[in-house]
């Protein structure tokens, strides 16, 4: 009997679901990290939300056949030793595109409105009406990463009356993008943008990829939002630009340490604002995700169809 493994709560409504839609598959919930490898060893599938599978829990488990995560990351996973092991990894992308959207157009605004300053205002009792008020209709939104979540932001940016561009690994035309450049063109992004959206994984070609030279190109007006990983930008050389005013503001809610440390500077600057890694969570998000689990549960059990949101372990995602 094939056996599945989840490493959470995924709740009693949706062990049912997962138990009527896996063919007579043996269901295992395991929480207790003392008690996980114990499980692992015979599993055929699993389901995880805090990939806590190393290289050498791999080897002790022979029968390990498909990786279904929960978060559309899967940097954390031995990336090298499935790859060579031909183990199939499907992540949760697409779970997060609606929310992680109106988390992306909801920070837009803010910025536009100058929110964050006057929640400053609230909290020292300061009733100031001269806070500029902008609006995010005719400006420019570039978005780093066109995948599900990117395309998505392209589209709802669209109804807001903004002009969208984008970069990708890959370039090519897409729906709600006037025009979409490769990476090697990525600048062009942070030169003509007024808000700039990172949606970038934490790959090898990617860390670091953001830094000051491409803070300089942005306008002093321009805000950067950073939804992606922390990795992917050099934060010394973030603050830099936000203690200078090279950039006006940001948003973000992934960091290079993660929670952010209390003496980062990113704390005391007021013009930022700053989540903790919220961004892509949902009250819906198992609803959601279960819909992405048991579509690929069918085509796997069936042995044919294609499975959802399968990632390229050469390319980390």
């Not at 062009?188 to 700039?196: G, L």
């Not at 440390?261 to 961004?279: E, F, K």
Request: glycine share 10%.
């Amino acid at each position: 009997m094939k056996k599945i493994l989840v490493d959470f709560d995924l709740g009693k409504d949706h062990v049912e679901q997962l138990k009527k839609g896996c063919g007579g598959c043996d269901v295992v919930v395991c929480t207790d990290r003392a008690l996980f490898a114990e499980q692992f060893r015979d599993t055929e599938i699993l389901i995880t939300f805090f990939h806590t599978i190393t290289a050498e829990m791999l080897d002790d488990a022979p029968n390990l056949r498909w990786i279904q995560a929960m978060t559309a990351g899967i940097d954390m996973l031995p990336l090298d030793t499935l790859r060579q092991r031909g183990i199939i990894i499907t992540s949760g992308r697409g779970i997060h595109k609606i929310f992680m959207t109106e988390y992306a157009i909801a920070a837009m605004i803010n910025l536009a409105r100058n929110s964050h300053l006057m929640f400053r205002n609230q909290i020292e009792g300061r009733w100031n009406r001269s806070v500029p008020q902008g609006e995010i209709y005719g400006s420019t939104l570039g978005i780093l990463g066109l995948g599900s979540i990117g395309l998505e932001i392209a589209e709802r940016a669209s109804c807001f009356g903004m002009r969208v561009i984008g970069a990708k690994r890959t370039p090519q035309a897409a729906e709600y993008v006037e025009q979409v450049y490769g990476f090697d063109q990525m600048k062009e992004i942070f030169r003509q943008s007024d808000y700039v959206i990172n949606l970038l994984p934490d790959t090898v070609q990617t860390r670091g990829v953001i830094d000051k030279g491409c803070f300089d190109l942005m306008r002093k007006t321009a805000c950067f939002i950073n939804m992606g990983r922390g990795a992917t930008v050099k934060e010394e050389d973030l603050i830099t630009a936000l203690q200078k005013g090279t950039i006006r503001a940001l948003v973000s809610d992934v960091f290079t340490v993660e929670p952010l440390p209390t003496g980062s500077p990113l704390w005391t600057l007021d013009n930022v604002i700053i989540t903790p890694h919220v961004c892509g969570m949902s009250l819906k998000y198992m609803d959601r995700g279960m819909d992405i689990i048991l579509r690929n549960l069918e085509v796997y059990l069936a042995g044919s169809g294609k499975m959802e949101s399968v990632v390229d372990l050469t390319r980390g995602y």
